[in-house]
């Protein structure tokens, strides 16, 4: 399958805690975003990268969230000290370039207890 | 500012037709597309419109008006698993992100 894949599916923290999501984009994609969708919302645009360059962080990234596409082909998204209101579905998508349609990944779904 | 407009909850009979209004306020207009997403699951691509005009694709059929700020996603022959959220989105094109900016969704339900 070649479609973007993302690890772990789920995850359940306590407040306070680290947490690391990785994302696999399809292979020759060089554009990869970070999206957040919480129940009954449409995704929010959280960053993107372009190759291994991030080119744009949104204001609903605090300082506790950093994501990192090292080699420009996977992509990481930590949270540290997490909130109870970082709950949320994280959601991967990439493209080949800006003006083609994006793929996302099934997501990563936080629970912060 | 960015604001993107649709309803929440549609309810429709299988075998019908339904009409999904989305309308926006963005900035760097660079297309607006049409996603589908069932529940716990990733949204998937439907259409895409970035000229004014109907885009047709079998059961599914998307109409664009730049000028009003206005499209529509037209779902012809429901099935019963066409019961789904259906996000409308409009990639801006500012700062060449090409970010993709969702409105909240319709849920809609398909009954028998």
């Known amino acids: 399958d070649t479609g973007v894949s993302q690890n772990p599916r789920h995850k359940i923290t306590k407040r306070g805690q680290n947490v690391t999501f990785r994302c696999d984009p399809i292979?020759?994609?060089?554009?990869l975003y970070w999206y957040r969708q919480t129940l009954g919302q449409g995704p929010e645009f959280l960053t993107y990268?372009?190759?291994?360059?991030?080119?744009?962080k949104s204001r609903l990234l605090s300082d506790r969230f950093s994501a990192e596409r090292p080699k420009g082909s996977f992509s990481t998204l930590e949270i540290q000290r997490t909130e109870q209101g970082d709950s949320a579905m994280y959601l991967c998508?990439?493209?080949?370039?800006?003006?083609?349609?994006?793929?996302f990944g099934p997501g990563t779904r936080l629970t912060v207890l | 500012g960015q604001n993107i407009d649709q309803p929440t909850e549609m309810t429709a009979t299988e075998g019908a037709i339904v009409q999904i209004n989305c309308t926006y306020q963005?900035?760097?207009?660079?297309?607006l597309f049409w996603y589908q997403q069932h529940a716990g699951e990733a949204p998937t691509f439907l259409s895409y419109?970035?000229?004014?005009g109907l885009e047709e694709k079998g059961r599914f059929s998307s109409f664009l008006s730049r000028s009003k700020g206005y499209s529509y996603l037209l779902l012809k022959e429901l099935q019963m698993k066409d019961s789904a959220s259906y996000l409308c989105?409009?990639?801006?094109?500012?700062?060449?992100?090409?970010?993709?900016?969702f409105g909240s969704g319709t849920r809609l339900l398909v009954r028998p």
């Open positions: 998508a990439s493209s080949f370039g800006g003006d083609n349609e994006q793929f």
């Open positions: 292979s020759e994609h060089n554009r």
């Open positions: 990268f372009q190759n291994e360059a991030q080119l744009e």
């Open positions: 963005t900035s760097g207009f660079n297309g």
């Open positions: 419109n970035v000229l004014d």
């Open positions: 989105a409009v990639r801006e094109s500012v700062d060449s992100s090409y970010k993709l900016i």
